[in-house]
């Protein structure tokens, strides 16, 4: 167990959860990192959806959970995650956001706060009671401290009636390092 970045607090938190989740969402799939904890801390997961608007994190991804036994049904959206979570079907325990851009792809395929912030508030009603919604965001780019900002400004908003918000940083990293979001539905 370490804390020792927001990644790793973020997968800290997370585990109670997946430990009964059935039906998770990853709304930035890239190369399936995320996606991968999921299958292997999530034993009763009936069902995974994963979302990139990359072809090549479509592919990356394919491969990595393909190794993974699960008896879980993955499902991929190759779009955006706005269109993916509005109106969302099902309940969902579990909503993971892993903001910025996708490891060895372009730098310019950067999430967009307009894109963002109408797949986190879509997000929030798909999610069922004790439910959680994750987001990692990356404030070192010009993209991503705008992203922080408005994401911050958003969720400082949620009324606490609602949801139990929690934000973690890391104060004594150098960089700008990552922030988490932690929302709950209570
Ligand atoms: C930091 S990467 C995600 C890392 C990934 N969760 C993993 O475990 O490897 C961010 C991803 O978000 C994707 N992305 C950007 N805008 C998006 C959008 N509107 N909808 C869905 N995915 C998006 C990028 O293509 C990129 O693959």
Redesign the pocket.
């Known amino acids: 167990m370490t804390i020792s970045n927001v990644l790793a607090v973020n997968r800290l938190l997370l585990r109670p959860y997946l430990a009964h989740a059935r039906c998770v969402i990853?709304?930035?799939?890239?190369?399936?990192?995320?996606?991968?904890?999921v299958l292997h801390h999530a034993p009763h997961l009936q069902y995974l959806f994963c979302?990139?608007?990359?072809a090549?994190?479509m592919e990356?991804?394919q491969r990595?959970l393909a190794a993974i036994d699960t008896p879980a049904q993955i499902y991929r959206?190759e779009?955006?995650?706005?269109y993916?979570l509005e109106d969302f079907p099902l309940a969902v325990d579990v909503i993971?956001?892993?903001?910025?851009?996708?490891?060895g792809?372009s730098h310019a395929?950067?999430?967009?706060t307009e894109?963002?912030l109408r797949?986190c508030t879509a997000g929030l009603q798909a999610l069922r009671r004790g439910g959680v919604l994750s987001v990692?965001s990356?404030p070192g780019t010009a993209a991503g401290a705008e992203e922080d900002r408005a994401l911050h400004a958003w969720a400082q908003a949620l009324p606490q009636q609602k949801w139990h918000v929690a934000r973690v940083r890391m104060p004594n990293q150098i960089h700008q390092p990552p922030c988490l979001l932690f929302i709950e539905r209570r």
């Open positions: 990853d709304a930035t799939v890239g190369n399936g990192h995320d996606s991968a904890f979302c990139d608007i990359q090549q994190a990356s991804s990595k959206y779009m955006n995650h706005a993916v993971l956001f892993n903001l910025g851009y996708l490891p792809g395929l950067h999430t967009r894109d963002t797949a990692v990356y």
